[in-house]
């Protein structure tokens, strides 16, 4: 498959998220506590920024395996702080561990190491609110600070800073949502006494459904672009992703959630057979857990 053939993909799913929900949608009733968006979808992210002054503790897990040949493994687990300061703004500030095992991978080093993997914040500014809009739309800034190169493991200076728009609608209301984001991730790195520079392009969309109160089931797909250099000059690779996600809130202060993505179609530059398994992986999942206080 080509790049136009997951974007049309992607752009179909998109366009069906967003058409309004008509008939379906339920009259509003009585008023309930609101749904918090931001980790309903799994990978892709939801619109929604906390209300004000809340504050919460994020523990994450995202795990990545599976390359073409030996034992690939990858596991980044971080801890961290959100808070709501002002309307419509969330700021996080975390600092992830991670832990390496590979061997027999074609072109990467035996490893099986840990480490603290540097620092990671994120800005979220939520332009339009769906009660008020026809769907919610939130700017997302997270630059990044990490010792390790996250493909080799190698010890670099690696700074980034992830650009996002983030979009979500409510279908039916307080039963189907659905979001779409568009990423832009520039990184720098330094490796001995060489500079590298590479970005990321990535499109995602997700629909979830809660199925009993607190507990959402749904599916996502994505589309990743590697590029040489900051400018999106040449492409290194493309994959695109599919998997299930889950969401269960267990009480008021507690929520975990859960996905797991695929890659089923993907390339990359310059390298025979299917996938892109030199700049991703086959496989990835993520697990979160929430505490609000």
Not at 237 to 244: H, L, M, R, S, V
């Amino acid at each position: 498959m080509r790049a136009s053939r997951y974007l049309a993909i992607l752009i179909g799913l998109l366009a069906a998220s967003l058409s309004d929900a008509g008939a379906g949608e339920a009259e509003k009733g009585e008023a309930k506590d609101r749904i918090d968006t931001q980790f309903i979808f799994g990978f892709t992210a939801g619109a929604d920024v906390g209300e004000l002054g809340e504050k919460e503790l994020e523990h994450q897990t995202a795990a990545q395996w599976s390359k073409r040949d030996g034992r690939s493994a990858r596991l980044a687990d971080q801890l961290r702080f959100e808070t709501s300061p002002l309307p419509n703004f969330r700021f996080e500030i975390g600092v992830p561990v991670t832990y390496y095992n590979f061997a027999g991978v074609t072109g990467l080093g035996d490893r099986n190491q840990g480490n603290c993997n540097g620092i990671a914040t994120e800005f979220r500014y939520r332009l339009f609110d769906r009660d008020r809009a026809p769907f919610a739309l939130t700017v997302v800034a997270e630059p990044h600070w990490s010792r390790s190169d996250e493909t080799s493991g190698e010890r670099v200076d690696n700074y980034g800073g992830e650009l996002s728009v983030v979009v979500d609608k409510e279908l039916a209301r307080d039963r189907v949502f659905a979001a779409v984001n568009f990423v832009y991730d520039p990184e720098v790195t330094r490796s001995r006494w060489q500079w590298q520079r590479d970005s990321t392009l990535a499109v995602a969309t997700s629909m979830t459904m809660q199925v009993s109160p607190g507990a959402f089931v749904g599916a996502e797909a994505r589309y990743l672009q590697k590029y040489q250099g900051l400018g999106l000059d040449a492409s290194a690779g493309q994959a695109f992703f599919i998997g299930p996600t889950t969401y269960v809130r267990l009480s008021k202060a507690f929520a975990v959630s859960a996905a797991w993505s695929v890659q089923v179609a993907g390339h990359a530059t310059g390298i025979p057979g299917p996938l892109d398994l030199t700049n991703f992986t086959r496989h990835q999942a993520l697990l979160r857990i929430e505490y609000n206080f």
